[in-house]
């Protein structure tokens, strides 16, 4: 698929984002090695600010579909510089990732940048550390 048709689907998943307490609406799409996607938008609730991430909701339906490891991750937010994931999110996704995995930033009409996990966690604690 294209960036377009991924910036497509990603701006349709933003638009169902459930934020009445915050109004900053992301969304999420995972592609994994075997090219399956999984998208995910954020869902806040009146225990603000105990909603879900976009990122991890997406994690989530991977997870649930039986995949787990994260070939690219784009992050749609409704600002123009392709805000980056909050620090839980960041370790979710070194969770599933590797080096190789790519952490996309996305406004609402474009791809901003392109990011290794390892960029946006350094020296991060990881599943290796636990064998």
Request: with cysteine; net charge negative; hydrophobic share 35%.
């Amino acid at each position: 698929m294209s960036e377009s048709t991924y910036l497509s689907i990603l701006q349709n998943a933003m638009n169902n984002a459930y934020a009445p307490y915050s109004n900053y609406s992301v969304s999420a799409l995972i592609i994994t090695d075997s090219g399956q996607q999984y998208i995910g938008c954020n869902v806040e609730n009146a225990s603000y600010p105990e909603g879900l991430c976009a990122e991890a909701s997406a994690i989530s339906a991977m997870v649930v579909a039986g995949e787990k490891k994260i070939k690219q991750i784009y992050i749609m937010s409704q600002d123009q510089t392709g805000a980056t994931p909050c620090g839980g999110c960041r370790q979710r996704i070194r969770e599933f990732a590797d080096a190789n995995t790519l952490v996309t930033l996305c406004s609402k009409d474009k791809v901003i940048s392109s990011l290794g996990i390892a960029d946006l966690l350094p020296n991060s604690f990881g599943p290796g550390h636990l064998l």
